[in-house]
Every structure is written in structure tokens, then in C-alpha cells.
């Protein structure tokens, strides 16, 4: 079975530039998470997909960021324009409802 | 509020000796409970989870983690540790009622040889 695949895997942008990341899930599963991470912490939800709705992002910047699913499968989160502190690890991770959620590798965001 | 909670920052443990480490919760209802762990410069894996039925439950590379509903507790333990078991690891907890994922802070695993 095929995971979770995302890209880029790095990335560096200097500040007020704009990035885009992309995450495909697991075939079938029909909730998506992005999750920031700072290195040495825990993973921060930034916004929760089920299928294409979504159902929480109480904690994305919507100044900044913006994330869409279109057709309830790929998923895009934007950064426009970004800040020194959103220099982070993006997980995108998804799950079937109520089931252990399975993680991508990361982009790497460092921005200068 | 809900939460889940990761009392140490980082465990020392002799490799061969057994190892815990400690996650507990306070959520709403009956809870599923997992835990992650990471790799440097790696994602998430999957190591276990609890949802319902026998309160010991056995994950991958040998790990097991006990569920104790009157302590609220859903402890990470492996008889032998390995020095490769070095790594960050992460509990979460998915209350009954909802699709949110709510994780403690991470606890970094050492094994020294």
C-alpha cells in the first residue's frame, strides 16, 4: 500500500516570497491533516479535511496561509507571504474517520 | 479544556534494560489512544493504538503500552531496549466524539549502550 506522499521535500524561500506544498493521502482515506512542527515539539494542527469539507482550522493563520482539497483527495496548503517564524517541518497525514492517521515525510520549509 | 500530557522530556534508559514512557489524558468519554514515533529528519509512525478490549496492547518493533481508564494513563513500555529505539515519540488521544487528534509534547527516548 502507498503512502502518504508529499512534496517538495525542502524547501528555501526568502521572507514575503510565497510557497506551495502538495500532499496526496492514502487511497481511500477521507480525512486529511496538515500539521506544522517545530523542530523538538509536538505537531500543531493547522487545518483538518473531511473529504473535501473542512473540518477544523482553528489554528491556520488565515492572514497567510490557505489550504484547499479539491475533490476530496490531493491537498495544497499556501504560505503568501511568508515569515521567519513559519521556518518549520509541514506534515500532511491522513486517515480513514476514526483510525490511526499515517504520516508523510515532511517539507522542510526554511525561509531567510 | 482537553489535553494529553508527556510528564518527561526525555528518558535515559541502559540498553537491554526496560523502558516506559509515560502519557496521560484527560478527555471526554472513551478515548482512542496511540502512540507515534520519530526519527530524526524523518515523519510520524504509527506504533500502536488503544480502542477498545484487552488493556495491554502489542505494536510494532516489539513496543506495548497499557491502558489504565481509572489513571487516565496509556504508558509506552518494551521489556528490552534497543539502542535504535533512540528516537522522539509522541502520544495522541482521539476523543469518542469527534475526529480531533490531541497530542502530549514528546518525550525523547535515549538508549545508551
Known amino acids: 500500500e502507498a503512502g502518504v506522499a508529499q512534496s517538495p521535500r525542502y524547501k528555501i524561500i526568502e521572507k514575503r516570497q510565497s510557497v506551495a506544498f502538495w500532499c496526496n493521502p492514502i487511497?481511500?482515506?477521507?480525512?486529511l491533516y496538515w500539521y506544522q512542527q517545530i523542530l523538538g515539539q509536538g505537531p500543531k494542527l493547522l487545518i483538518q479535511?473531511?473529504?473535501?469539507?473542512?473540518?477544523?482550522d482553528s489554528q491556520l493563520p488565515k492572514d497567510r496561509f490557505s489550504a484547499e482539497r479539491l475533490k476530496g483527495v490531493d491537498s495544497t496548503l499556501k504560505i503568501q507571504p511568508a515569515k521567519l517564524e513559519d521556518s518549520a517541518v509541514y506534515l500532511c497525514?491522513?486517515?480513514?474517520?476514526?483510525?490511526?492517521?499515517?504520516f508523510g515525510q515532511g517539507t522542510r520549509l526554511t525561509v531567510v | 479544556a482537553q489535553s494529553v500530557a508527556q510528564p518527561e522530556d526525555q528518558v535515559n534508559v541502559a540498553e537491554g534494560n526496560p523502558l516506559t514512557v509515560k502519557c496521560t489524558y484527560s478527555?471526554?468519554?472513551?478515548?482512542?489512544l496511540f502512540w507515534y514515533v520519530q526519527y530524526p529528519n524523518r515523519g510520524l509512525q504509527f506504533l500502536l493504538k488503544?480502542?477498545?478490549?484487552d488493556n495491554l496492547v502489542k505494536g510494532s518493533y516489539g513496543f506495548e503500552a497499557e491502558f489504565n481508564k481509572s489513571q487516565t494513563s496509556f504508558h509506552l513500555k518494551k521489556p528490552s531496549a534497543l539502542v535504535s529505539d533512540s528516537a522522539l515519540y509522541f502520544c495522541?488521544?482521539?476523543?469518542?466524539?469527534?475526529?480531533?487528534?490531541?497530542w502530549g509534547a514528546g518525550t525523547k527516548l535515549i538508549i545508551k549502550p
Open positions: 497525514a491522513s486517515s480513514f474517520t476514526n483510525t490511526e492517521a499515517f
Open positions: 488503544y480502542i477498545t478490549g
Open positions: 478527555v471526554s468519554g472513551n478515548p482512542y
Open positions: 487511497s481511500g482515506h477521507a480525512t
Open positions: 495522541a488521544v482521539r476523543p469518542d466524539s469527534n475526529y480531533q487528534l490531541i
Open positions: 479535511f473531511q473529504n473535501n469539507g473542512v473540518v477544523d
